[in-house]
């Protein structure tokens, strides 16, 4: 066999031309996101934009500037690829958002969570996918039924990044908990039930098969749900156990973050949704493995989850902006370009009347539950909700990547007007939408100083404040010192009967208040022992020392605050 220099000497300088293009990018894309940051934080107060338009913006400039650059050949710096999204960027947003949640207020709204991140994603399916079904076919649109039920999940998925930066988690708990719990839950579904369409032979629809479709939900939801809890407790039995902080600090914050993207990567391997079971994994990581840790640990642990999961989430909508312009894509529908205009004015349509038709019923059953006029969702608040699900963000553009376009690219019309379409919407609904609700919800929502006179005018004790998922007529609640506080009084908890609530109907049994008693007691005799937790890591030399529990006992209340 012949040696060929020539050849050879040719393939090294392809390969050097390569990797100094890719260097290229890299920085220019790095030099991006420092530019995102800082814009983002000169036009912090401004009352139209945030960070994630901004980053849009930019992304959508540069693309323009790259290609007049190019001669109109290319507008990217990189291909926008499902496997990058969701293998890489989506993890630390997903965990970061289940780490750091609130999470008395999350599961005190779980009901209400679920209802509308669940059962009122599954309402804008069906209503997307039937009009869908009913109005492109008219326009000459030919997709399979597969292909228009994919169209429904991937608009069912919300976006709620821009009224999240806009609320404020403290002035408004309740409106916060509810945008910010059914937006993940409603992108874990959204990805479930995209991954069931998949799986599913449509080519005849009957009840067997919607039932079927139902089932396979079902399964994805409980089991990723289930998988998430159980890499959560592993890691904390394991830190715990071993109690890593003996000999180094970074072995304890290097095997937190990896036994939680494990937890990501076996979802996806077991084909589950990985969305919802990094973010369980993460509440459960953050109720245990997070006390099991060192003081240093426990700071750079949360500040390493929220520098990621920013970086992650100003990356995704610049490369989000920059894609918009493919000129492959728009070359292919530029004949036919009102229909894709068309398409996407139809299915943003839809997504209004699919956010409605779950939103304002569910609020009202929800409403039915709750006797306190502050537990209850008023129409202001409604709106609030309604309008922070219209925006459709980078988890719509990668399934509508991943359902019509094979590694980023398609020579099919109809594929490529349904790319064009989703990024038509995705750059109105955030740019337009966006610019809109910071205004919005200062007109719709109370200042601070009328929330103040608001919350200072319920008969409230402090204790109802500090722990608010107690919240009711009569606060109750065993703190760590084994005592029961009620209404002020206390009492030993052990032995006394008069402290265990007696429900005397279902509804009082199902009660937040009810169920977190009893979730406390079991939680503090069997799981804390076992996995640690908040006032359950042992003391030796050395160990993580719960600064609260030891150094501050006559102040129940700040070692509640301060971990919650």
């Known amino acids: 066999m012949g040696f060929d220099l020539g050849t050879t000497l040719q393939k090294m300088n392809i390969l050097s031309v390569t990797d100094e293009t890719s260097v290229v990018a890299i920085t220019l894309f790095v030099t ?12 912090e107060e401004n009352r139209w934009m945030n960070e994630s338009i901004t980053a849009l913006l930019i992304g959508v400039c540069t693309g323009v500037g790259i290609l007049l650059i190019s001669g109109g050949k290319s507008s990217r710096l990189l291909i926008f690829s499902e496997d990058l999204f969701f293998i890489y960027l989506l993890p630390p947003i997903i965990f970061n958002a289940g780490f750091q949640v609130k999470k008395k207020q999350f599961f005190r709204n779980f009901s209400t969570i679920m209802l509308f991140g669940a059962i009122g994603t599954l309402i804008s399916f069906v209503v997307i996918s039937l009009g869908a079904i009913g109005l492109l076919q008219q326009m000459d649109i030919n997709l399979s039924i597969g292909e228009y039920l994919a169209l429904g999940a991937i608009f ?34 959204s990805v479930v039930l ?8 449509l080519t005849h629809i009957n009840t067997t098969i919607a039932l079927e479709l139902f089932g396979n939900f079902l399964y994805l939801f409980i089991t990723s749900t289930i998988l998430g809890v159980v890499a959560g407790l592993l890691s904390a039995y394991v830190i715990k156990k071993l109690y890593f902080g003996r000999h180094s600090t970074d072995r304890e914050v290097a095997i937190m973050m990896l036994l939680a993207y494990l937890s990501y990567m076996l979802s996806e391997l077991f084909n589950l949704s990985a969305i919802l079971t990094v973010f369980f994994c993460g509440i459960v990581m953050s109720h245990y493995t997070w006390h099991n840790v060192t003081e240093n640990s426990r700071v750079t ?28 894509k728009w070359r292919i529908v530029s004949s036919s370009l ?42 202001k608040k409604q709106i ?35 790319i064009t379409s989703t990024i038509i919407v995705v750059l109105f609904s955030t740019v337009v939408f966006g610019l809109i609700t910071k205004p919005l919800v200062r007109f719709l ?108 006992p006559e102040e129940p209340e700040r070692a509640e605050r301060t971990l919650n």
Not at 157 to 171: I, K, M
Not at 390 to 416: C, E, I, P
């Open 338 to 379: 009102k229909t894709s205009i068309s398409v996407s004015g139809i299915l943003l349509g839809l997504v209004l009347v699919g956010r409605a038709a779950f939103i304002f019923p569910l609020s009202f059953l929800s409403n039915l539950t709750k006797k306190s006029p502050y537990k209850k969702i008023d129409f």
């Open 301 to 328: 642990t949360k500040h390493t989850f929220a520098t990621l999961s920013f970086v992650a989430e100003i990356f995704i909508f610049l490369y989000v902006g920059m894609d918009a312009l493919d000129i492959e």
């Open 156 to 189: 069912a998925a919300t976006d709620s990044v821009c009224t999240l930066q806009v609320l404020n988690q403290d002035e408004t708990p309740l409106l916060y908990s509810l945008v910010f719990g059914e937006g993940v839950v409603n992108d874990a579904t």
């Open 32 to 43: 991006l996101l420092c530019a995102c940051i800082v814009i983002g934080h000169l036009l």
């Open 445 to 552: 929502l109370p200042s601070s100083k009328q929330l103040t006179r608001m919350i200072s005018s319920e008969p409230v004790t402090p204790h109802s404040i500090t722990l608010p998922l107690l919240g009711g007529e009569q606060d109750s609640l065993t703190n760590l010192y084994g005592q029961s506080i009620t209404n002020g009084q206390t009492s030993e908890a052990s032995g006394v009967d008069q402290n265990v609530p007696r429900p005397n109907s279902l509804r009082m049994l199902l009660s937040p208040r009810t169920v977190h008693y009893y979730w406390r007691k079991f939680d503090n005799a069997f799981m804390r022992p076992v996995f640690g937790g908040r006032g359950f890591v042992p003391f030796i030399p050395g160990s993580p020392i719960e600064r609260s529990v030891h150094r501050f």
């Open 194 to 201: 995209f991954n069931a369409v998949q799986n599913l032979d």
């Open 384 to 418: 609030t909700i309604w309008w922070a699900g219209l925006m459709r963000g980078a988890v719509s553009m990668a399934l509508a990547y991943k359902q019509f376009t094979s590694s980023g690219h398609t020579n099919v019309r109809d594929n490529a007007i349904m």
